[in-house]
């Protein structure tokens, strides 16, 4: 692999895209080929999967389905997108990636993060980020920007959880931060977006 893998993790509304697109900004102005992507989605099939787990009206979906559709999901997007990506040379920001299944499903959803790391091991055939930046915000905050720029942003399925489920996605990412601490960076996502991207350009350029 040539290039690096880098994703961003983060609960819902923490700010992960507008710092994606500002670094993009920046890496490119520098000459850097860089891309970003996202999950789940990315590529057609996996959006399609995506389209199926979001749909409001998919309120009977059982955990464990949604876990293997989220790592069906990924899997299609790693082989087809950012590997070839990577080959090329490429620095690919994927907004997303294992870790969210880890908080979102196995420990928000209560499977056990052992259990879905072992789905998500199959699907990514142990292919790790090169790094993690993990956006820390609260989830009051982060929801309430959401609800912020709710015509910007659709409402999904995830988005309309409680405030526990959210609560306890953050409680799945402090474990999964500690479980990973050689990968994942801890940036506070509650300071100002400028603070916050240039922390995270930081962590970035120290592994180009
Ligand atoms: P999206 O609209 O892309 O939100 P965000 O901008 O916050 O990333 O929706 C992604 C949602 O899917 C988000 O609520 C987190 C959830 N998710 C999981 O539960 N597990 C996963 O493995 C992934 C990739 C996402």
């Known amino acids: 692999m040539k290039g690096k893998f880098?994703?961003?993790?983060?609960?819902?509304?923490?700010?992960?895209?507008?710092?994606?697109?500002?670094?993009?900004?920046?890496l490119t102005l520098e000459g850097y080929k860089v891309v970003s992507t996202r999950e789940p989605g990315g590529v057609k099939i996996s959006e399609e999967i995506r389209d199926i787990i979001h749909d409001v009206k998919n309120t009977e979906m059982d955990p464990i389905c949604e876990a293997y559709?989220?790592?069906?999901?990924?899997?299609?997007?790693?082989?087809?997108?950012?590997?070839?990506?990577?080959?090329?040379?490429?620095?690919?920001?994927c907004d997303r990636y294992l870790d969210s299944s880890l908080a979102y499903q196995g420990y928000a959803r209560n499977i056990g993060v052992d259990k879905v790391l072992e789905i998500n091991n199959f699907a990514i055939d142990g292919f790790y980020p090169d790094l993690t930046i993990y956006l820390d915000v609260r989830?009051?905050?982060?929801?309430?920007?959401?609800?912020e720029h709710t015509q910007t942003h659709e409402l999904n399925r995830m988005d309309k959880e409680s405030l526990d489920f959210h609560n306890r996605v953050y409680e799945g990412y402090k474990i999964?931060?500690?479980?990973?601490?050689?990968?994942?960076?801890?940036i506070n996502g509650e300071n100002d977006a400028v603070t916050v991207y240039k922390?995270?350009?930081?962590e970035i350029k120290e592994i180009l």
């Open 139 to 147: 989830p009051e905050i982060g929801i309430k920007r959401i609800y």
């Open 176 to 186: 999964v931060s500690n479980m990973f601490k050689d990968r994942i960076r801890i």
């Open 69 to 93: 559709l989220y790592a069906a999901s990924r899997r299609q997007h790693l082989i087809e997108k950012v590997k070839p990506l990577l080959d090329d040379g490429y620095i690919v920001l």
């Open 6 to 26: 880098i994703t961003f993790e983060g609960t819902d509304g923490s700010g992960k895209t507008s710092v994606i697109k500002k670094i993009i900004e920046e």
């Open 199 to 202: 922390d995270a350009l930081k």
